[in-house]
């Protein structure tokens, strides 16, 4: 027989949905990255310059804005913590491990965003090296870097993902 729910299972499944809801946002934001990715013009030889555009600053704004959404949400994930602090000391440990990896997470999205700005947005336009000439670029290429910038972004997701997932199977069993 099932018990009842306890008063904090109600605020964990609203967090876990919301990290869900957080989750599917970054996966269809990486996704119109990935493609605008390929969009992003840069050749030494003629001079053409990588720039950024409306859409891929909206984009990225985009990410900023869920960024700081999951940022703000740490308090929500300290109460999750704190109401499921009763458990077993693993499940405790699985959470916390779950929210630090969530915190890492979008501090390394981040990080790969403002890169990718700085590179975008460089005075003379000539912050990417060319593909040729002695050895391997030093830096990458922006669209490779916004490819990057997805990746840390679907990373994020599946850690918000399985840390909400990680709460809800810990909070049932309570």
Do not use: W
Request: proline residues 6%; charged residues 25%; aromatic residues 2%.
């Amino acid at each position: 027989m099932r018990q009842p729910p306890q008063p904090g299972y109600a605020a964990i499944a609203r967090h876990a949905a919301a990290a869900v809801a957080r989750a599917a946002r970054l996966r269809s934001l990486a996704r119109e990255l990935r493609r605008l990715a390929g969009t992003i013009k840069f050749n030494p030889t003629t001079g053409e310059r990588p720039v950024l555009t409306p859409a891929l600053a909206g984009l990225l704004s985009a990410i900023d804005e869920v960024l700081g959404d999951i940022e703000r949400a740490s308090a929500e994930r300290a109460s999750d913590e704190t109401a499921l602090a009763p458990l077993e000391d693993t499940v405790g440990r699985q959470i916390r491990f779950a929210h630090e990896a969530v915190e890492r997470s979008a501090q390394v999205t981040s990080a790969a965003i403002s890169v990718l700005r700085g590179e975008l947005s460089a005075a003379d336009g000539a912050s990417v090296d060319a593909p040729y000439g002695h050895g391997a670029p030093r830096r990458h290429h922006p669209g490779a870097l916004c490819t990057i910038v997805a990746e840390r972004a679907e990373n994020l997701a599946a850690a918000l993902e399985a840390a909400a997932i990680t709460k809800m199977n810990a909070s049932a069993t309570r």
